[in-house]
């Protein structure tokens, strides 16, 4: 697979707590000039992108970031707020809480909640495969196919570990057809970027992918 083809499925990410508007400008500057699919960034960000950039970035941004601890109405607001401010794609972290006490009634329909609230726009589904068991991430798969979200995704970049290429298979393996797959952290080269995508990753979310292309050290995640 070509440099080309492989930025082409990388959300290119700027998330930390600390990201200048200085910080915020490269990643635009970034992606136009290497064609990623979007850029993932804080919706605090997305009307001064939107603004500075107009329609040569596409904008995904995050929801109920990271704990996923939001209400429904709260999260809902929120995507109904940064899709106002020109995003285009929605990460939203589930109710981890919710997915370990076995409520996933109430995850499918949160999920079913956000789609219904960014309806044609992209949809993307954070479970943080690092506190679940193998069950929960099948019956989570269950939950994004049935509220009808177009990606699952493994991590937030936060949590205590992000993708691997066995969490990856088995999301996979376990969606519908119709739901894709979003790999994002630990993406630390090229290397890796090739075998989440050879193992059924249709995104990527990761700073690093254009250090890595430029031949630069990673320093992110």
């Not at 508007?21 to 850029?39: G, L, M, P, S």
């Not at 993932?40 to 970031?65: L, N």
């Not at 936060?158 to 969490?167: C, H, I, M, R, T």
Request: glycine share 10%; net charge negative.
């Amino acid at each position: 697979m070509s440099n080309e083809e492989m930025l082409a499925k990388v959300d290119h990410t700027l998330l930390k707590p600390y990201a200048t508007w200085a910080d915020i400008r490269q990643i635009c500057e970034d992606a136009i000039a290497y064609h990623t699919a979007t850029i993932c960034i804080p919706p605090s960000y997305i009307g001064r992108i939107r603004e500075a950039y107009g329609d040569q970035v596409t904008i995904c941004t995050v929801i109920g970031f990271p704990l996923g601890y939001q209400v429904t109405e709260v999260k809902v607001a929120e995507a109904k707020k940064a899709l106002e401010d020109g995003a285009s794609e929605i990460d939203m972290v589930i109710n981890i809480g919710d997915a370990k006490g076995g409520r996933f009634d109430a995850v499918t329909e949160e999920i079913r909640a956000l789609k219904k609230a960014v309806g044609d726009h992209v949809l993307k589904v954070i479970i943080e495969t690092c506190y679940l068991t193998e069950e929960e991430k099948i019956e989570l798969c269950h939950c994004v196919t049935e509220a009808g979200a177009d990606f699952i995704k493994t991590s937030t970049g936060f949590g205590s570990a992000g993708a691997n290429l066995e969490d990856v298979k088995l999301l996979r393996a376990n969606v519908g057809p119709q739901v894709k797959v979003k790999a994002a952290g630990g993406i630390r080269s090229i290397a890796d970027m090739e075998d989440f995508i050879n193992a059924g990753a249709d995104r990527l979310g990761t700073s690093s992918a254009i250090q890595l292309i430029k031949g630069e050290n990673s320093s992110g995640f």
